[in-house]
């Protein structure tokens, strides 16, 4: 439980409020709880750190961050993946500078000492002379507590009383299993990543991609005028969001029946539609969900979100084609997201695919894509108003009150749903969205 | 080599090119640009050693045609582009002109590009630099742009989206 009274009653306002569907502002801007969020939340949380194939070879890294702490993300001479915190064991200088790279060892500008990329010490300057007496066992890189991965996907948690990942992610390991186990031979990631900074609290954009659909109505109009949707956006909203417990979530569009005209497998192309049909891994459910999938979006509390849907490069020109993005919504201060974001692309998918599929993601999900860049600016307005002294006077509340009972919207849960967790339908809800700040409650206030 | 007069034409069209674009006058900025153009924007990184490119091999902000540069501004003019509703204020600085003529009507131009940019009353404006390789094509009296690679000098981008035009 938090020590500052102030942070503690704020907490215990969020506890009373949030079952009414109403979230107090200062969540997205207070210093307090930004402080206690990197705190309770990323020093515990299994946090997304990289994709399996940016590192393929041994010696090969990248520079990821937990909370706003530098990591290096990297795999030792014996391919066994490794995650240490980038500071020198003398003075704490940080010993990596790159995005990515290759390298055997990592040297410290200040002094020198160098280590091995499975983070023994193996030397300074002047070894004999300086440093005959210290024991190279206790002065290795730190190395996050626990890393592990799922379909190539690499999470690390800085807690060595945590769960395993598999229980964390709970019933989303399902869903995990369905949308990026498709492909038996998994996926590789396609170019760097696009980073940017946008002014928000970095919560906003995890519970955008935790089944806030609602927006599409309005917000990505512009798309819907110049041809994007394939499927008109009211029937789009009769799709199903799901609780995937401990503040997991995603939302499906999806076909009524597998005869529907519209887009099935998520789009993606014939060739890579057998290999998920050939997929044995695959249940005869998950079969099913993944015949009918238009679009699969979701976050894995608490900042890494999802997104496969068919989209074109250029609706005049070309056909959509399924594409598959990532995220990281990196914490950069109570009201600052650094915005990470990848294509990934499926093992043997064909260059033609890959290419049309990147080209199709740039357009439409990166910064100057039709789609994600309207979706920032209000994520900024959120933030903004969550600053505000009038706000929190007089009104302090965003509403979560979607689907709050029956009377309140069309949302109605669904008994019959193929998977696990807790399952409404149409997409007139925010259930989820109250569940990723359930989650976040009970971290906070633990 | 190019003559001096080719020259001047050149950096004529650049300079135009950018009034257009700070104009906002993006139909007619269109028209500069050649049926069979492609508009490329790598990603930056920096990479772990000095001799490596710090552009990446497959990753890009713009990988564009002159369609979907055109689709582009099809959505700007829908009225909901909210990203650029109000739009940002621009002023574009080209600089520091280089061209040589290769085979027949086809220039290669580099330059560096200055981009000034505001959003509504915000007090604070952010400058984006771009070093640009271009490739021009001399139509009788006019000018069209068939290539154009965009080398961004940020590997964080800055702002909170790319609905510019560089």
Redesign the interface.
Known sequence: MATNPDLTELLGSVHANLERGLLPAEVFADPAIYEEEMERIFQRAWVFLAHDSEIPEPGD?VRRRIGEDSFIVARDEARRVRVFFNACRHRGVPIC???????THFRCQYHGWTFRNDGRLVGAPAWAKAYRGLNREEWGLLEADQVAEVHGLWFACLDPTAPSLDEWLGDMRWYLDLVFGAFPEGWEV??????????CNWKIPAENFGTDDYHLLW?H???E??GYFQVPLEYNMEGYHVQAGNGHGLSFSIAPTPDDPGPHYWGYPEELVAMIQRNPRLSPAQQDLANRSRVAVGTVFPNWSFLALPLS?????SEPVGYMTIRIWQPAGPTAT?AWSWVLVPRGSSEGYRQTA??AA??TF???G?F???D???W?GVTATAKSRFWLRRGRFYNYQMGLSEDMSSARLVSDWPGPGVVYSPRYEENQQRGFYRRWLELMQR | MITYEQYQQLCDVLYREAELLDRREFRAWLELLDPELRYVMP?R?????SD?SSF????????E?R??L???V??LE??????EEPPARTRRLVGNIRAERQEGAHYRVGSNLLLWVAYGDAAEALVLAAHREDEWVAEGEAWRLRRRAIYPDW?????????LFF
């Open positions: 890294f500078e790159s995005d990515r790279g290759r390298a396609w170019g760097d990543p696009h980073r940017w900074v946008i002014r917000l109009r512009s798309n005028q110049i490069p250029d609706p005049k020109t650094e990147y080209r740039m357009a990166s910064p100057g039709s994600e860049a309207d920032v600016k209000p900024e | 990603v990184v920096t990479p772990g050693s490596a990446s091999p497959a990753g890009r902000f713009f990988d045609t369609s979907s055109e689709m582009r099809a959505r829908t009225g909901f582009a909210f990203a590997t964080t981008l800055p702002l909170r989206n790319l609905t």
